[in-house]
């Protein structure tokens, strides 16, 4: 996944510097969400569930945005793209680890950890001659 941004107009919320559209936000935010609230840590079955009542329309989301804050509204999200443009990209920028042994998925670190790194790559390119 590729992260293109403009820093005169950082939005404050990382999602949306992460994700493209305004759906793949809410359905991020939702599944941070389920993970916080259960211990920043769920299990294969545990994050098929929530991907199948995703797909089917049985999760509750709420809007944030000016003049619609805390209305509540069903989201549906096909559960393949999901995994291809959620959860996918989560594990490889650093957002979320799996643990093979344990098959969870876990909230991670890693990310800031990351950015970091390109931070020095970058300042190391500038300071070459």
């Known amino acids: 996944m590729v992260i ?14 992460i994700f493209a559209t305004k759906q793949q936000v809410i359905v991020a935010k939702l599944l941070v969400q389920f993970m916080k609230d259960n211990g920043s840590e769920v299990n294969k079955t545990e994050m098929s569930l929530f ?6 329309g049985q999760l509750v989301g709420m809007i944030d945005e000016p003049g619609l804050k805390g209305k509540k509204f069903k989201i549906s999200y096909n559960k393949r793209q999901f995994y ?3 959860l996918t990209p989560m594990k490889s920028m650093g957002l979320i680890d799996y643990d093979l042994y344990k098959k969870t998925y876990r909230l991670s670190k890693k990310f800031a ?4 790194k390109i931070g020095l790559l970058w300042t190391r390119e500038v300071s070459r001659r």
């Open 4 to 17: 293109l941004f403009d820093r005169f107009n950082l939005p404050e919320d990382v999602y949306k510097i």
């Open 51 to 56: 991907a199948t009542k995703l797909h089917e």
């Open 84 to 86: 291809d443009r959620i």
């Open 113 to 116: 950890t990351e950015l970091t």
